[in-house]
């Protein structure tokens, strides 16, 4: 089994990423981070078996005890890192350079510069010895993402267009609101960035499935809840490379609406997919008027185990799979960017292809 150490914040590492390392078979969690000790604690209390878990943190400052001292340790060979999004860069680099193998949080970095000079450092290592980088993107291990982008797939036919619309509320009293760094983010879109992009890499999967990738896009954004800065809703229109016209909206401000969809259509049908359903349309046999429609009901798996899982079979494969590469989700972030972009540019058209 590969030793690994779980560096967390607070709720989100110990409602995702702890069960799920708990829950690989090829992974056995040996050490916890967080930047407090009461976080760190309450992170290890979590876990299955606390007394075997050894707690770091930096504050306040113990000998022995820092994120430095974890890094040294011989018996751990991978680190999931689950900090603040402006903090990962650092402890990424950080890890690698201490040998670790690192699977971070999305987005890959607060902003594509921030994301293309780490990519640029990670890449210039000598490529023999050098760690494993992933970045988690659960939403490419989703059973139901993944069922919607096979059938897009056996579908076939060219995309005459496509939809992305996400509605939901943040409310007051919502435990990731009052998450410190995201009740007052210092980084670009706020909600926009840090759950836009599951979105965004949801639309790219399923484009994927069909031969398109996102290449221009022009929309508006908008402050509805004075809450949620700097700003919470966009809406924009995105063409592919072949000049397929589709739509996307998100707002986390929408308080009386609420959902998850996207949607592929093509010249053969059209799948719908949810977290929890995949609708597909297809044409019926030549001859019969209508179409065949299949709609499957799935329990809702976020697919945070089945992303660890991918990355525990990565280190003993020497590889990461492509869905899992910083250069894919280095691409998940330009869509976000360049709407955020657009948005503040009074629908700017943004071209997308670093």
Known sequence: MTGIALLGAGIFAREEHLPAIEATPALTLKAIYSRSQQSAEALAAASKDPSSVAIYFDSPAVPGKSLDDLLQRADIAAVDIALPILHQPGV??????????????????????????????????????????????????????????????????????????????????????????????????????????????????????????????????????????????????ALTQDGRSGTIGISFATEFKSGLEIEIVTTNGAVTWSPTSVKSKTKKAEGSEGEDVEETEFPYNSGVTAEVGAFALAIEAGKVEAIQTPGEALKDLEILQRLLESGAGGAAVQKIGL
Do not use: C
């Not at 490529?127 to 096979?150: D, Q």
């Open 92 to 237: 990424v680099e950080k890890a690698i350079r201490a040998g670790k193998h690192v699977l971070s949080e999305k987005p890959v970095a607060g902003d594509i510069a921030a994301a293309q000079k780490l990519i640029a450092w990670y890449e210039g290592l000598p490529a023999e010895g050098r760690p494993l980088w992933g970045v988690a993107e659960n939403f490419r291990y989703m059973p139901t993402l993944r069922e919607a982008v096979k059938r897009a797939g056996e579908i076939g036919g060219r995309v005459t267009t496509f939809r992305l619309q996400m509605n939901a509320f943040v409310r007051s009293d919502s435990k990731y609101f009052n998450t410190a760094w995201r009740k007052t983010p210092e980084y670009q879109g706020g909600f926009l960035l840090d759950g836009g992009v599951h979105f965004i890499a949801g639309l790219r999967f399923l484009l994927a499935a069909a031969g398109q990738e996102i290449t221009q896009l022009a929309g508006f954004s908008a402050l509805l809840d004075d809450r949620l800065i700097p700003v919470d809703t966009i809406h924009a229109v």
